[in-house]
């Protein structure tokens, strides 16, 4: 992508420190993250952190038990830019990038676009939701409005998921960037609600459809940055390819259990962010009514998108 006359975003802030948690350590934030954890990544998501906790030597069942004090927030957060390290310069650029894209879509739309906060932290973190943690990957969070990256996670695209390429890297941020635009339209809010009234099942299957639209509005903002350079495409591809539940289940050694899914096939990833990337149109990334999922909810065609 050519980012290099991209203007970098304001709209930052970098944490120093470690957040506290349960009793003063690490399984406090997590229990108070581990309802997030479970609306994004279902049961499967609980059981792969609880498994990193006892790994670490953390108790998982202090995080059921009810006990401990709230999460101490050990964290100062600089918003210096002199302190910026190039690969977050870089991050800034590309939510730059996001901020004029969207805001010119909300202004053909007679709307006016609030920019998110990208939050830089490294291993450990505070967010709204709770502790921020490397293992989740990046994250956004609806409590607080803000994009949570440990810039880490890029040499993990590249190395674990085999990713590679700034393209890929940048349709990370710019994919919770789009779920930072379903909060605006209230698409969050509501399809959150829905899952509290349906099995874990139904839960599961319209999160999906919450991921596929930010993949395709991740592919709306590419289209339209006018920044796409030859092979970008095919990066973009790799890396939705690569994050497939299907894929990611097949390298666990489990068989796909589409059930189980929170994000999507591989398939379904390829083809939301290629829609995106040929129409440049927010209103074709409708993937509630698409799939039939959702039927009535946030997210139906000519709703609240903008554009």
Same mark, same amino acid.
């Given at each position: 992508?050519?980012?290099?006359?991209?203007?970098?975003?304001?709209?930052?802030?970098?944490?120093?420190?470690?957040?506290?948690?349960?009793?003063?350590?690490?399984?406090?934030?997590?229990?108070?993250?581990?309802?997030?954890?479970?609306?994004?990544?279902?049961?499967?998501?609980?059981?792969?952190?609880?498994?990193?906790?006892?790994?670490?030597?953390?108790?998982?069942?202090?995080?059921?038990?009810?006990?401990?004090?709230?999460?101490?927030?050990?964290?100062?957060?600089?918003?210096?830019?002199?302190?910026?390290?190039?690969?977050?310069?870089?991050?800034?650029?590309?939510?730059?990038?996001?901020?004029? /894209?969207?805001? !010119?879509?909300?202004?053909? %739309? &007679?709307?006016?676009? @609030?920019? +998110?906060? #990208?939050?830089?932290?490294?291993?450990?973190?505070?967010?709204?939701?709770?502790?921020?943690?490397?293992?989740?990957?990046?994250?956004?969070?609806?409590?607080?409005?803000?994009?949570?990256?440990?810039?880490?996670?890029?040499?993990?695209?590249?190395?674990?998921?085999?990713?590679?390429?700034?393209?890929?890297?940048?349709?990370?941020?710019?994919?919770?960037?789009?779920?930072?635009?379903?909060?605006?339209?209230?698409?969050?809010?509501?399809?959150?609600?829905?899952?509290?009234?349906?099995?874990?099942?139904?839960?599961?299957?319209?999160?999906?459809? /919450?991921?596929? !639209?930010?993949?395709?509005? %991740? &592919?709306?903002?590419? @289209?339209? +940055?006018? #920044?796409?350079?030859?092979?970008?495409?095919?990066?973009?591809?790799?890396?939705?390819?690569?994050?497939?539940?299907?894929?990611?289940?097949?390298?666990?050694?489990?068989?796909?259990?589409?059930?189980?899914?929170?994000?999507?096939?591989?398939?379904?990833?390829?083809?939301?962010?290629?829609?995106?990337?040929?129409?440049?149109?927010?209103?074709?990334?409708?993937?509630?009514?698409?799939?039939?999922?959702?039927?009535?909810?946030?997210?139906?065609?000519?709703?609240?998108?903008?554009?």
């Amino acid at each position: 992508m050519r980012l290099d006359d991209e203007r970098e975003s304001s709209n930052f802030e970098v944490q120093d420190g470690r957040a506290g948690g349960f009793g003063g350590g690490l399984g406090g934030g997590l229990g108070m993250l581990l309802p997030f954890i479970g609306s994004r990544f279902g049961c499967g998501g609980i059981v792969v952190v609880l498994i990193i906790l006892a790994v670490m030597g953390v108790n998982p069942l202090s995080l059921l038990g009810g006990g401990g004090g709230p999460v101490q927030q050990n964290v100062s957060v600089s918003r210096d830019p002199q302190k910026l390290t190039d690969i977050q310069r870089w991050s800034l650029r590309v939510l730059g990038s996001t901020e004029r /894209v969207w805001d !010119q879509i909300y202004k053909e %739309a &007679g709307q006016q676009y @609030r920019p +998110t906060v #990208l939050s830089f932290y490294s291993q450990n973190g505070a967010s709204g939701c709770g502790a921020a943690q490397s293992a989740m990957g990046p994250f956004y969070c609806p409590n607080d409005q803000k994009v949570y990256l440990d810039t880490d996670f890029f040499t993990e695209l590249r190395q674990r998921f085999g990713a590679p390429g700034d393209f890929a890297q940048a349709y990370v941020i710019a994919h919770e960037v789009g779920h930072h635009v379903q909060d605006l339209q209230g698409t969050l809010a509501e399809v959150n609600q829905r899952q509290r009234a349906v099995s874990e099942a139904d839960g599961n299957a319209l999160q999906v459809q /919450v991921e596929l !639209q930010a993949d395709c509005y %991740a &592919g709306v903002w590419a @289209r339209r +940055t006018g #920044l796409m350079e030859a092979g970008d495409l095919e990066e973009g591809m790799t890396a939705a390819q690569a994050i497939g539940d299907d894929t990611l289940q097949k390298a666990a050694g489990r068989r796909p259990v589409p059930e189980s899914f929170t994000h999507g096939s591989s398939t379904e990833r390829m083809q939301w962010l290629n829609k995106g990337l040929e129409s440049g149109d927010p209103a074709q990334c409708d993937t509630f009514a698409a799939t039939g999922a959702a039927a009535g909810a946030a997210g139906r065609k000519g709703g609240r998108s903008p554009g």
